[in-house]
């Protein structure tokens, strides 16, 4: 009888320290992925995971440090578990879409989302990123659609109107390209990619004034950024204004010397103000750099107009 006891006491002091030793993992696990400490929480949840492998929580904040190192293919495997475990986790099936976009299986992350929606009509991030994949299908109507769903229910969802504005403009639909960034402008007016992107569209339109003052304001948040100085000089190109182009490439080619358009374009506009022999030199840089029009530029422009010389 006294071994019969002794076995019942060491089998719970056993389940005791097991079960608390896998929440000891689980939340050291949780504290150093707070503190960014992907790899080490790595370990802490797949020992919290070994000691109990039916807590879906292990896998699911695994997966979140395994994201934020890169491992798509271990982010994708633990959110199958936390299906697996509870299949009514959206965020997994929402997470998983994610992690199958980032490795280009884009038929399982339009499944993904499709299952998020059919559970959860109203999971409005679902409808964005379902639509996001469905433009790498070229499904555009079908993107458009996704994108104007997410506004429905949600008017004020900048990243939904921002999409939305760049498939209308793959499809030419320049003045409702253009509303959707304004509704962006209207929504945050820090948004430097809203502004070159109704700068791209004001182009297209010949809105040319329009497209300047774009690109203008979006050179003002980002000065950084080289295409945005490079929309301005192919406007002012437009204009014929070829020494301030000449400026706005110069500007561009300064933060992005390996941008073969850059020296193309300007190349043009030196040849617009008789500036042959550097222009000429622009077409060299372009054509080392892979331009695929640099070549015959330099045969029309370079040679060509050397030999009737």
Known sequence: MKNIYLTIILFTVSFYTYAQTAEEYYANG?????????EESIEDFTKSIALNPHNPEAY???AFSKRQLGDYKGFIEDH?????????????????GLGNYNLGYYKDAIADYTTVIQMDSAYVDAYLERGVVKVEFEDYIGAIEDYTKAIDLNPEYIDAYFNRGLVKGKLKDLSNAIKDFTKVIELTSGYAEAYFNRGLANYEFSKYSKAIDD????IEINPEDGDSFFGRGLVKAEIYDYDEAIDDYTAAILLNPED??????RGLSKFEIDDNETGCIDFKKASELGNEFANDAIMNYCILNNNQD
Request: glycine share 0%; proline share 3%.
């Open 30 to 38: 949780s504290l150093k992925m707070e503190l960014e400490n992907y």
């Open 60 to 62: 699911y904040l695994r």
């Open 260 to 265: 073969d358009r850059f020296y193309y374009y």
């Open 80 to 96: 199958s578990k936390v299906i697996e475990l509870d299949p009514e986790n959206l965020a997994s099936y929402y997470y998983r």
């Open 215 to 218: 690109f203008t304001k979006a």
